[in-house]
Structure formats: C-alpha cells, structure tokens
C-alpha cells in the first residue's frame, strides 16, 4: 500500500529514482547549474540540500554520509573543500529554481536549478554605483542669459533671431541714408512752404535719433534765412513801397 509516501515517485522505482538524483546532484556540483523538468528540479533541491548542509563539518563520518547518497569521489571532494566554504555563512536554502517553457516534444515544464551563492546576477550584496550627472557645458559663443531672464534658447532660434537683427539694420540703414539725401537736397535750395512740408514728412519716416536730429536743424536753419529775409525786406524802402501800392 501506499500510505504516507507522499513525495514525486517521478514514475521511476524506487533504486532508479535514487541513481537518477545522485547523479543529477553531482552534476550540479561539478557545473553550478543544471537545466531539467520542474519535477525532478523540485525532487533535486529537497535530495541535495540536506547533503550540503552536511558539507560544513568536515568530518570522515560527514564525508561517508555524503558519499553514501553521491558515490562519486570528485563531487564530494569539490562539496567539502569550495562549495562548504563559499556556503558556510548562509543557513539554508543552497538552491534556486528559474522557471522556463515548456518542452517541444512532450511539452513538459522546463526549469534551472542553481546554487545561490555562484549566481552574480541575482546577488543583493553589490557596491551601489554613484550615479553621475553630464552637464553641458557653455561655450564662449552661445549668449549668457540673465538670473532673471530663465529662457533656454536652441541654436537655430539665436541665428533666426540674428538674422532678423541684421534685416532691421539693414532696412534702418537705407532709410537713413534716403533720409540723409533729402535733407542734402533742401539744404541746398531755398525754404519754401513745400519743402518744409516735405520735410516735415520725412521726419514722420521711420529714422534713427540721429536723423530726426539732423531734420530738425535744417528746418530750424530754414526758418532762420526766412526771418532774416524778411528783416531785409522791411529795411529796404523800395520793398515798403511796392507793398504799399
């Protein structure tokens, strides 16, 4: 009868099922990671890790113990001598499995079965690196910006922006110049009504200070030769005389 046998009989007899799982745990032994079912992978971790537990008094009757179960020379002589040093400060649970997919042939559960301890990738005990930030630096070229302006401008906005700078100059420029020429031009004739009108247009014209300044002078000196015009003609008496007639 089978009562009370509850463990994974692996559909194997009993003399099988013991070769099978020491040689499986010789073989995990030797490499650190073997690949199986999920089934023996379970049945492997409960057979072995008594035996490791074993390892760590290093006895002749610890070592007959173990290689009653194992019968290989090399495995146990691998188990005592790196395998109980590297494991001597954990007090249990030698052996982790890592689930895979399922087999193609008869589609059964796939797993690793590991020892801990030779596993880096999954070791909590790693020098945490600091992390460093990369900060771009500022060339001499690109604009400094005030505390108070905080606006990030790329490369392609600041020469957008230069280029518009130089347009408006550009255009400031030949208005001047324009503006400069029909100054020249009434200075040198006579002031009349028409020009002053004239000018008074011209200085309405988009222009620097410096223009508006030079308009306002001629307009002032203009002025200036009219009153004195004027003077004269009141001084001479022919001129009284042809306004009286």
């Known amino acids: 009868m089978r009562h009370g046998k509850r463990f994974n009989h692996l559909s194997r007899k009993s003399a099988h099922r013991r070769a099978m799982l020491a040689n499986m745990a010789s073989s995990l032994i ?3 990671r073997i690949k199986t079912t999920l089934a023996k992978a379970k049945a492997l971790r409960s057979y072995i890790e008594p035996l490791i537990t074993k390892s760590k008094n290093d006895t002749t009757h ?33 052996t982790r499995i890592i689930k895979l997919s399922n087999r193609l042939g008869d589609n059964a559960q796939m797993a690793f079965i590991e020892l801990v301890d030779y596993n880096d990738d999954y070791a909590t005990n790693k020098p945490k690196r600091k992390k460093s930030r990369r900060t771009r630096r ?44 029909e100054v020249d031009q009434v200075s040198e004739k ?14 309405e014209e988009p222009a620097s200070k410096e223009v508006k300044k030079e308009v306002d002078q001629v307009i002032e000196e203009s002025v200036s030769q009219e009153s004195e015009q004027e003077k004269e003609d009141n001084k001479n008496p022919e001129n009284q005389e042809n306004k009286e007639e």
């Open 62 to 94: 610890s070592r007959r113990i173990v290689f009653s179960y194992l019968k290989q020379k090399d495995a146990i002589t691998e188990l005592f001598s790196e395998i109980s040093t590297k494991i001597a400060d954990r007090p249990g649970g030698y």
């Open 138 to 181: 500022k060339s001499s070229s690109e604009p400094t910006l005030n505390d108070n302006n905080l606006v990030k401008e790329t490369n392609d906005e600041i020469i957008v922006k230069s280029d518009k700078n130089n347009r408006d100059q550009a255009s400031e420029e030949l208005a001047s110049k324009e503006v400069k020429k």
């Open 190 to 203: 006579p002031a009349s009504k028409e020009v002053k009108k004239e000018v008074a247009q011209a200085s």
């Open 30 to 32: 030797e490499h650190k």
